[in-house]
């Protein structure tokens, strides 16, 4: 049984920064997609950044330069730390596991934690 967990959202000013961070276990393949979500209120569910098996990282427009996304395969944990928050940036983050990058193709999905970024 595969399990999704994110840890480290939180509030925090403009400017300030935060690291999340997603336990993934369960989920063993050779080829495989780790991606951050995010949904603001009232808003659909947006792609963040996503990191497949061969080391291919891609972000949204809205985030490069800012963000990172990285993993540590021997704690089986993928993180974003985020940088220069802006208060747009505020949404519940999600973290999903799958078997491509394209959205239709991530089934593994962590409950999601709070990121909120005051002005």
């Known amino acids: 049984q595969v399990h999704v967990v994110e840890s480290g959202g939180g509030s925090v000013q403009a400017g300030g920064s935060l690291r999340l961070s997603c336990a993934v276990s369960g989920y063993s393949a050779s080829r495989y997609c780790l991606g951050w979500f995010r949904q603001a209120p009232g808003k659909e569910r947006d792609r963040v950044a996503r990191?497949?098996?061969?080391?291919?990282?891609i972000y949204e427009d809205s985030v490069k330069g800012r963000f990172t996304i990285s993993q540590d395969n021997a704690k089986n944990t993928l993180y974003l730390q985020m940088n220069s928050l802006k208060p747009e940036d505020t949404a519940v983050y999600y973290c999903?596991?799958?078997?491509?990058?394209?959205?239709?193709?991530?089934?593994?999905w962590g409950q999601g934690t709070q990121v909120t970024v005051s002005s």
């Open positions: 999903a596991a799958g078997w491509s990058c394209h959205y239709s193709d991530f089934i593994y």
């Open positions: 990191l497949d098996s061969l080391g291919t990282t």
